[in-house]
């Protein structure tokens, strides 16, 4: 019972990381689609890492695949399929930060894109002119 309670508060606590804060200049540097495709792309890593280790929750795998090989080969997958996603769901090229943002959530699942784009948010140097141009005509 203990087991399940916490589990279910670290569930809620997670969910929690992505509500997005307000932000008074009115524009969002990341698209939704882009959170989806996170999301998405998020999800099925999991469910595969899962499938490699026989829908078990500890790791008891037969074929000789260590748990890091198989996060880290799911974790790959993430990061090379999530920008493809997404890019088909905005229906544009992705900027540095949306595909980075991406990237960071297939490695620190939740948490990582966040980190990701609180960093971009506290350099936006690291955007590049055209980004920050862009940016700003949209805010207008």
Not at 51 to 69: E, F, H, P, V, Y
Not at 72 to 92: D, I, N, S
Not at 120 to 139: C, D, L, Q, T
């Amino acid at each position: 019972m203990k087991r399940s309670l916490a589990l279910a508060a670290a569930v809620i606590a997670a969910f929690s990381l992505t509500v997005q804060s307000a932000d008074a200049r009115g524009r969002r540097h990341v698209a939704k689609e882009v959170k989806v495709a996170a999301i998405v792309t998020g999800a099925a890593a999991t469910v595969t890492y899962f499938a490699i280790n026989d829908w078990k929750w500890r790791w008891n795998n037969s074929s000789g695949l260590t748990s890091l090989a198989a996060y880290g080969a799911t974790t790959l997958g993430c990061a090379a399929v999530a920008p493809m996603v997404a890019t088909v769901l905005v229906k544009r090229p992705l900027t540095m930060r949306e595909g980075h943002v991406l990237v960071g959530s297939c490695v620190l699942p939740i948490v990582g894109g966040w980190l990701v784009n609180e960093a971009y948010n506290a350099h936006p140097e690291w955007e590049g002119r055209k980004a920050r141009k862009h940016h700003r005509k949209k805010a207008k």
